[in-house]
């Protein structure tokens, strides 16, 4: 019996299914942008097999450990790396058999859903995971692993992905990305399929672990001063530069908030001496932020790189987990964001020139109706991304819909991206945004609100188009 019911997440109203049904089968088969995510580059680049079903598929993805942990399983217990090299679970088979014995905690969750379309349509298994044959399941997707077809570039392919972002720090050599560069494989379409974002955070922000001795490292890297605030802003120039020759098409912030600042030069330059000091207060590391991104915003207008914010998540919220395993171990959680007062100076220098492209997103869903769609509805250097992290499941999308389309329609919006670090979900997840649009411009079509050959272009734009448009691509 198939896990996967092929009017899932459709409308229950029959006509109103029938619509959404018509619809997606003009989508269903378009190929996959996917401008912003985390997936590892080396896996592109040397082409290697992955080795196991629990590091491809558990290890990579913290909504499955994030629940796990919930529920008492602890991360050594899922082989998750511990910062000081203590022993943790080596045989992923036993990480297996744990998912398998807590398998139900993940029922009517997006995990599952994604889960479910990997096994089906991936490795075409039809059995939901069990105590009892979770060794065969493994086994099979094991033994599948090993294969031609299943080494990373034949999976590239054969889930139809045009192009795919990943995201790296300015401190990062871009070893893989520029092995790809010289590799036939990633011009074959005449456009490289793996490119790389810019995402500077550990040296624009001042509580960032090692924070001096990075700008120090910016420094070296780019030769440039980064101990004066002209030659550090210079810094920035080269290494956005380097990372454009290597595909780049955006830049990708993930502050706490999305607050921004417009400082003279004189501030900014004792500003920049408070934070390389080395004993930073919150107030004015925040203050950085703020400015760096006006000052990033500027640099875009030079380069052309589209901004996005990412702003709204309390990253690492344990500070033991943070000590013990590190960063991005499903400690982030959502905090409450203001967006109309806290973009204001960056608005007000540049918000109104259409050259610059920011892509806004947000955790906060109270801010959808209340201030991102009409700051997007509005401002012409502005769109929203989609439902992202806690709200890419079907409920997430559908209120995303539902809340913004009324003040900045859908030309505002940006399709749909996967931001995510486990690759085998990518379709899974961009199937489900496809289902849910689709589903919506069927109510809007139902309801007489929207002819059914407009609702084609709207699905098809939803799909594909928007998102390569407002990236670049």
Not at 129 to 151: G, Q, R, V
Not at 262 to 271: G, H, K, N, W, Y
Not at 322 to 331: S, Y
Request: glycine share 6%; with cysteine.
């Amino acid at each position: 019996m198939s896990l996967l019911h092929p009017d899932r997440l459709f409308p229950a109203d029959p006509d109103t299914r029938a619509i959404t049904r018509r619809l997606y089968q003009s989508v269903k088969t378009l190929p996959i942008i996917s401008p912003h995510g985390h997936t590892d580059p080396g896996w592109f680049a040397t082409n290697e097999a992955f080795s196991n079903p629990s590091a491809l598929l558990i290890q990579p993805d913290h909504y499955v450990f994030r629940m796990l942990f919930s529920q008492g399983v602890r991360l050594e217990e899922l082989g998750v790396r511990t910062r000081d090299g203590t022993a943790v679970e080596a045989d992923p088979r036993k990480i297996w058999r744990l998912l398998a014995h807590n398998w139900p905690l993940f029922r009517g969750t997006p995990s599952r859903t994604w889960l479910d379309h990997v096994f089906e349509e991936v490795f075409g298994i039809e059995q939901a995971l069990t105590e009892a044959n979770a060794d065969a399941l493994y086994d099979h997707i094991d033994s599948c692993l090993k294969m031609p077809e299943f080494l990373p570039r034949a999976l590239f392919e054969r889930f139809n992905i045009e192009v795919i972002a990943t995201t790296e720090s300015p401190l990062d050599t871009l070893s893989h990305h520029n092995a790809l560069a010289a590799d036939p494989w990633q011009m074959a379409g005449g456009k490289p399929r793996v490119i790389t974002a810019y995402r500077p955070d550990p040296v624009v922000d001042a509580a960032f672990e090692g924070f001096v001795r990075n700008i120090e490292e910016f420094g070296e890297i780019t030769g440039e001063d980064t101990g004066t605030w002209q030659g550090y802003l210079q810094a920035h120039r080269i290494r956005r530069a380097y990372f454009k020759q290597l595909g780049a098409t955006s830049t990708d912030h993930g502050h706490p908030t999305a607050r921004t600042a417009d400082l003279s030069l004189a501030e900014c330059e004792a500003l920049f001496a408070k934070v390389l000091s080395g004993n930073v207060s919150a107030i004015d590391a925040e203050l950085f932020r703020a400015q760096m991104l006006t000052e990033m915003a500027g640099m875009s207008l030079e380069d052309g790189l589209v901004m996005q914010i990412h702003p709204g998540s309390w990253r690492n919220h344990s500070a033991g987990m943070l000590a013990r395993f590190g960063r991005d171990k499903g400690f982030d959680i959502p905090t409450q964001t203001s967006y109309v007062d806290a973009l204001k100076p960056l608005l007000d220098k540049h918000g109104l020139n259409p050259k610059l492209s920011i892509i806004l997103f947000t955790l906060d869903e109270t801010s959808y109706a209340r201030e991102l769609a009409p700051l997007a509805g509005v401002y012409p250097s502005l769109k929203l991304g989609p439902a992202w992290w806690f709200h890419d499941a079907p409920e997430g999308m559908r209120r995303f819909r539902e809340q913004t389309t009324e003040t900045a329609g859908f030309a505002n919006t940006v399709g749909f991206n996967d931001d995510t670090r486990a690759f085998l979900s990518i379709p899974a997840r961009h199937d489900v945004a496809r289902r849910v649009d689709c589903g919506f411009l069927a109510r809007l079509v139902a309801e007489h609100r929207l002819l059914e050959d407009e609702a084609f272009e709207l699905a098809h734009d939803l799909a594909y188009r928007l998102a390569k448009k407002a990236y670049r691509l």
